[in-house]
């Protein structure tokens, strides 16, 4: 055989194979599988490739896989689910688990990262390669995803997971490609989803689930000890991710939780950029989130508002903290791109950012160009200044008193955070404005805090001798004697009297008032001659420079009167407060509240110097002016009747003044709380007018419930405690039991071991709030962490409706409510309230019998309808009668029972009062049946 010419070819024998001619001939070789419609590629086995799971890394998480549960059995075409959240909030470890749970059904089961397009076209392209193998070399990779896509359009049952998606519209075309199937998508984007895909948030690991995921990483190490794991995921604010890293490192170095939550104190950029030999460094808390940082790049407001923000407390920070940074629509897109990448939480009232982003962004680092020291401390400063702007002060602190509670909390972060040696003027004037207003919301562990950081750093800027500091140690010094710490108010008003004459001379208006504070705290020590002194020197510098008419002389005449009072000399008491009363009646006028307090003082000295008559006569005019001035219920109105009650047991008619004091120990419950100081003053004025009347049975008891409650809000050493305890050991040994009032006096027995119970985390009172035309009471705490709100809630009933127990924490607020505990930031209820059941029923038309919690009628539409029964079980499902407080009502001895409290059926279906027996129906707005 022969051939001739240019490319010729010729082909003897027998012989197959592919010929190619031409210079540029480079052909593709296609396998036959490739010429296969992909209606008839089918899998042959299972096909997945799932990244492999570390069971010690997942734990809870219940409600969401519940969520995706359902929405995936859910028949229908394509099916869409995004979870979305902060980075390292677990939202791939949550779809990993589920796929490898739950996707047993699906094949194939693919996982895609598809953190850009190019991501997702090799994700595809590995598909595809998966399941026709021969065409791996065959195909290029936009060949290969073409082909993978068009397969997932002709076949069904199949589960793409598209892990950390960063930008919604990267993945709208290949959904709109796809008629069928399920994808499950993981993204830091909270938003963009419309129309594409139905979101699921994922929040932070319970207290219980982070202490579970620490506790099984930490278990690893042979010798493992897991010491303070409560207070280090306290602080990691539930973060799986900060969680991972802590206990990988904490298993590695051999050291306990506690051991490491001081390294995190100490060194927070090393440890929050550092985990175990087996942690990537892309899965550090500060790498994960300095990605994000960088997609953020091209908006420089949002990483400044961000460090901003990082100074605050973690929720509920107000969006006028930001106003004037830049101008409004700025600071909008800027927080609007913060918040579509989870790095913070945006709704109309505020902001939230979790507590672990805050304490990274905040650390200074040289080598992130997003923490450059620098700019940390500028975004420190723009927070003090901030902050400081928005407090009101002084008088127009009133109105926004709701506000001011978050706005305080900020404060108390920044004070927290921030080191008083950076301390600058802007430092000193929000800590100082923070204190006062603590002060007067009577909060005095907290302002002495912020008045003592203001102080100190106001000594060092302005020198001790400024002006503007004399309010401030005077406030101070204030805050320590309402503490109880009088040695330090004692130093604190003798140092200001000494700058206020050194600086302001001996006739000024402030040397006069340092004069005064300075009088109050020697006689709160005791010391009523000195008070005296102080306060006789004082009267006659203001007379001789204001003159007798000033009010700050009329003042100081009336404070002079009630010292002498105290000091015995009620002879000259009388004639100084008569003379007080007359001015401030000319001054005044008879029902002005300046006047009523000189008339007070006026009728303690009359009843100190035996008449009795006048004293009753002017402690019944003041009690008709309050009443008619401020109300039955206010809380100057009951110290008024207090007064009254006083001066009646004096006279012998007890059982009047026991009434008056039962009445204010009901009212003051009602208004302020169990725990406000002046519930603390009226149930130690009952306890002494049962006592007075021979009632040992009800005033002991009373005695023990005081000083339990002084030792619990207090401590052992506060001055109410001093007084609660020898008033109940004189009342134990009045009524012959001289062994109890030897256990009181000791510390000892039940009421000794009060506040030993309560700890370094006891919960403590702060105040009690109720709005203006509101029905709303607020009684507010403080603890050191939720655990220890929990706890304490959990042990505070709440019996009425519309009141409301606020515990506030630095890892975000908990309440109480007649019904539920919840979570005050989301409203969320987080489980009910336990009620404690009374050792024996009580009859009450609004209330149960069992825990005297008020039983929320049933409201019929139309009132008197009937309610309709199977002779069984009512209509009403008991899950609804617990959720909205209502409850049973007997229909043979009309007791009351909550849901909470309610027996289980124990005749067919049928609740039964377990006093009588008969049958509980709902309890009706229409009940009106007597009471047997």
């Not at 010419?5 to 593709?28: E, K, Q, R």
């Amino acid at each position: 055989m022969s051939v001739s010419g240019d490319s010729a070819v010729g082909v003897a024998g027998d012989n197959n194979g592919h010929i190619f001619t031409g210079d540029h001939a480079n052909p593709t070789i296609l396998p036959r599988e490739a010429l296969l419609p992909v209606t008839e590629v089918e899998l042959t086995g299972r096909l997945t490739n799932l990244p492999r799971l570390r069971a010690q890394a997942f734990v809870g998480r219940t409600s969401e896989l519940t969520d995706l549960d359902a929405a995936f059995d859910a028949p229908g075409g394509v099916l869409v689910r995004a979870v979305h959240g902060l980075g390292g909030v677990g939202k791939t470890a949550l779809s990993a688990h589920w796929a490898a749970t739950r996707g047993a059904s699906f094949n194939p089961l693919w996982w895609i990262t598809a953190d850009s397009p190019a991501s997702i076209e090799r994700g595809l392209a590995e598909l595809a390669r998966g399941l026709q193998p021969g065409l791996a070399e065959a195909l290029s990779s936009p060949s290969l995803r073409d082909r993978a896509v068009r397969w997932l359009a002709a076949h069904r049952d199949w589960l793409i997971v598209l892990d950390n998606v960063d930008d919604p519209r990267d993945i709208g075309s290949l959904l709109a490609e796809l008629p069928h199937g399920r994808f499950l998508i993981t993204s830091r984007r909270a938003y963009g989803w419309q129309g594409l895909a139905e979101t699921v948030r994922l929040g932070v690991l319970t207290p219980d689930e982070s202490v579970e995921l620490l506790t099984r990483i930490v278990a690893r190490a042979e010798r493992h000890n897991v010491d303070g794991a409560d207070a280090l995921c306290s602080e990691l604010g539930g973060l799986p991710l900060a969680i991972e890293q802590a206990g990988a490192f904490i298993a590695q170095a051999g050291i306990t939780p506690r051991d490491y939550l001081g390294l995190l104190a100490e060194y927070p950029a090393e440890m929050y950029r550092t985990g175990s030999e087996e942690t990537e460094l892309s899965r550090t808390v500060a790498r994960v989130w300095h990605i994000t940082l960088e997609r953020l790049a091209g908006t420089p407001l949002a990483g400044e508002i961000l460090r901003i923000l990082a100074w605050y407390a973690p929720y509920n920070i107000p969006r006028s903290l930001l106003d004037g940074l830049a101008p409004a629509p700025e600071i909008a897109a800027a927080v609007g791109r913060l918040a579509a990448y989870s790095m913070i939480s945006a709704y109309p009232a505020g902001l939230d950012v979790h507590r672990v982003v805050q304490a990274v962004t905040r650390t200074a680092d040289p080598d992130d160009p997003f923490r450059q020291p620098d700019d940390i401390d500028r975004a420190r400063e723009t927070a003090l200044a901030q902050l400081s702007a928005a407090l009101p002060e002084g008088d127009n602190a009133e109105p926004a008193r709701r506000d001011l509670r978050d706005l305080i909390r900020h404060a108390d972060a920044l004070e927290e955070h921030t080191s008083p040696e950076t301390d600058t003027e802007a430092a000193v004037r929000l800590f100082d404005k923070a204190g006062k207003l603590l002060l007067e919301q009577r909060d005095f562990a907290r302002s002495a805090v912020h008045l003592d950081r203001a102080l100190r750093a106001g000594t060092r800027l302005l020198g001790p001798d400024d002006t503007f500091l004399l309010a401030t140690r005077d406030a101070l010094g204030h805050a320590h004697q309402e503490a109880g710490n009088l040695r330090k108010a004692v130093q604190l008003f003798a140092w200001n009297h000494e700058v206020c004459l050194r600086v302001l001379g001996s006739r000024h208006r402030d040397t006069l008032h340092s004069l005064d504070s300075l009088a109050r705290v020697h006689l709160q020590v005791g010391d009523v001659e000195r008070a005296s002194q102080i306060l006789t020197e004082s009267l006659a510098m203001r007379a001789e420079a204001l003159g007798h008419g000033d009010p700050d002389t009329m003042a100081a005449l009336n404070n002079l009167g009630d010292t002498c009072r105290l000091a015995g000399d009620h002879q000259r008491a009388l004639q100084l407060l008569q003379r007080a009363l007359r001015d401030s009646i000319r001054l005044y006028g008879a029902d002005h509240p300046n006047t009523r307090k000189v008339r007070n003082n006026l009728a303690y000295a009359d009843l100190a110097g035996g008449n009795v008559d006048r004293a009753l006569r002017l402690f019944r005019l003041n009690l008709q002016q309050a009443e008619g001035d401020l109300g039955e219920e206010h809380p100057a109105t009951l110290i008024a009747r207090r007064s009254l009650a006083t001066a009646l047991q004096v006279a012998g008619e007890t059982d009047q003044a026991v009434a008056l004091n039962e009445r204010n120990l009901t009212d003051s419950v009602r208004i302020s709380g169990e725990g406000h100081p002046d519930t603390l003053r009226h149930r130690s004025s009952l306890a002494a007018a049962y006592a007075a009347a021979g009632r040992s049975d009800q005033a002991l008891p009373l005695f023990e419930r005081l000083l339990h409650d002084c030792l619990r809000l207090y401590g052992g050493n506060h001055p109410m405690t001093a007084r609660a305890r020898a008033d109940a050991a004189f009342a134990f040994e009045r009524a012959g039991d001289g062994e109890r009032a030897a256990e009181i006096r000791a510390g000892s027995g039940q009421a000794g071991q009060v506040a030993a119970a309560g700890g370094e985390a006891a919960v403590e009172f702060v105040r009690t709030e109720q709005p203006e035309e509101s029905p709303y009471t607020y009684h507010l705490h403080r603890g050191p962490d939720r655990a220890s709100a929990l706890t304490f809630l959990r042990a505070t009933p709440v019996r009425e409706e519309f009141v409301y127990v606020i515990v506030e924490t630095p890892e975000g607020n908990l309440g109480r409510d007649l019904i539920f505990i919840f979570d005050e930031a989301t409203g969320q209820p987080l489980e009910y309230g336990p009620r404690p059941v009374l050792p024996a029923p009580i009859l009450s038309t609004t209330r149960c019998g069992w825990c005297e919690s008020v039983v929320v009628p049933l409201e019929l539409d139309p009132p008197g309808q009937e309610l309709a029964s199977s002779g069984a079980e009512i209509l009403i499902a008991r899950d609804a009668m617990l959720g909205t407080g209502m409850g049973y009502r007997c229909s043979g001895c009309s007791l009351l029972t909550c849901a909470f409290c309610a027996p289980e059926p124990d005749r067919g279906d049928t609740r039964c009062c377990r006093v009588c027996g008969d049958p509980l129906t709902p309890h009706t707005a229409d009940d009106s049946g007597p009471m047997s």
